[in-house]
């Protein structure tokens, strides 16, 4: 039975190979989709359900063909890998074990603080389909832990590691000593935007204006903006900007009182930064009881990306002409709305430093995926 152990020497690892998207591990997955996605407490859950679908085998034959038959033939997993989830995202730690299980590698991962309840549940449902004679119960291995020293003796002897947190978290694990051929994976912290048309927006019936807003609501309030791909600031372009902008906000902010619950320490924390940053007047401020703020900019900052929201705080920013960001390695998503292809192009080429990782519609931004921050996750974990 799969458990969450305190310490390393309770767990033991057998270190087992298999292809990449070995067909017992997919099938395993999608057998554990079925009974996540049927439960009660993905009722309750969004993140518990976005996991059960991204499971299903349809999803995962998708992510299959995106490799080539010789690919998927020759390539085996490493060997044992190292995890080492964000505390600030709770279901990552879920995602980065999938990683490792399709490209077909053993893995013990480190579940943070406030991942305990969200992973004792997966686990739940993991022990109800998992064959315990099967190899896949000896390749997902859990650990809780706080001493330093298990960090030191799981990186001697891991194959690979995949290390998500602050640039301060990555820069510990970078110091530790591992195997001389140890794959490491890092990622680091980033910052993401939205970019809307407002000309789009005002055409929209209610009916449609409701799904683009729950899903930038989805993208943004269901983890608090601390997702690596959670916007921070929204970029506007298009005609009558002012009323685009409040068709949309006025509507995300009725998503948000409905289903947004701000505990009292980020309700405080929030309405803290607001009074702070309302203190420079030239900046205009648009308070919706707390739950939604809005924070116009006049100019593009060279620290962008430490303009950060949090809990329902957004920066906004009109374009007139092109979308020309003070470059940074710490780009990630740009989410959309109300573009094509062509214009989103046209978009990039004009811009002077367009960074960015991943180009996705509104709605998709949270969406994991096999290429993560520029990687080709089974490509590196496997050989």
């Avoid at 990683?99 to 943070?112: D, E, K, Y």
């Avoid at 430093?353 to 996750?377: A, C, H, I, Q, Y």
Wanted: glycine letters at 4%; one cysteine or more; aromatic letters at 12%.
């Amino acid at each position: 039975m799969i458990k969450i152990e305190k310490r390393l020497d309770k767990i033991k690892i057998y270190v087992i190979k298999k292809k990449v998207f070995d067909e017992e591990i997919v099938s395993f997955l999608n057998e554990l989709s079925k009974i996540i996605v049927k439960s009660k407490e993905s009722r309750k859950n969004n993140e518990l359900m976005a996991f059960g679908f991204w499971c299903r085998n349809t999803n995962l034959q998708k992510l299959k063909q995106r490799y080539s038959q010789k690919f998927l033939k020759n390539k085996m997993g490493i060997g044992l890998l190292f995890h080492i989830p964000p505390s600030n995202v709770i279901s990552n730690f879920a995602y980065s074990l999938l990683f490792g299980l399709l490209s077909g590698n053993t893995n013990v991962v480190r579940i943070p603080k406030r991942s305990l309840e969200f992973a004792n549940v997966l686990i739940s449902f993991i022990n109800k389909k998992i064959n315990r004679k099967s190899n896949i119960s000896k390749m997902i291995n859990f650990i809780n832990y706080k001493d330093e020293k298990t960090n030191t003796d799981l990186s001697k002897i891991s194959d690979g590691r995949l290390i998500w947190g602050s640039d301060e978290t990555i820069k510990k694990f970078k110091n530790l000593k591992t195997k001389k051929n140890c794959k490491n994976i890092y990622f680091s912290d980033k910052y993401s935007m939205s970019i809307l048309n407002s000309s789009e927006i005002i055409k929209l019936k209610d009916s449609s204006l409701t799904v683009l807003c729950k899903n930038f609501y989805n993208d943004s309030y269901l983890m608090d903006q601390n997702a690596c791909s959670s916007p921070h600031i929204i970029f506007w372009k298009g005609k009558k900007i002012p009323l685009g902008q409040k068709i949309f906000w006025n509507k995300v902010y009725k998503i948000a009182k409905k289903n947004y619950k701000l505990d009292m320490f980020a309700a405080v924390d929030k309405y803290a930064n607001t009074l702070r940053i309302s203190s420079n007047k030239k900046i205009k401020i648009n308070n919706y009881e707390n739950i939604l703020i809005r924070i116009q900019l006049n100019k593009l900052s060279e620290n962008l990306d430490k303009f950060r929201g949090r809990w329902g705080l957004f920066y906004e920013y009109i374009i007139n002409n092109n979308l020309n960001l003070p470059y940074s390695k710490k780009y990630q998503t740009l989410s959309y709305y109300g573009f094509n292809k062509n214009e989103l192009k046209n978009l990039k080429d004009r811009s002077k430093n367009f960074s960015f990782n991943r180009v996705v519609p509104v709605g998709k931004s949270t969406e994991m995926n096999l290429f993560w921050d520029g990687n080709n996750l089974v490509s590196i974990l496997s050989k």
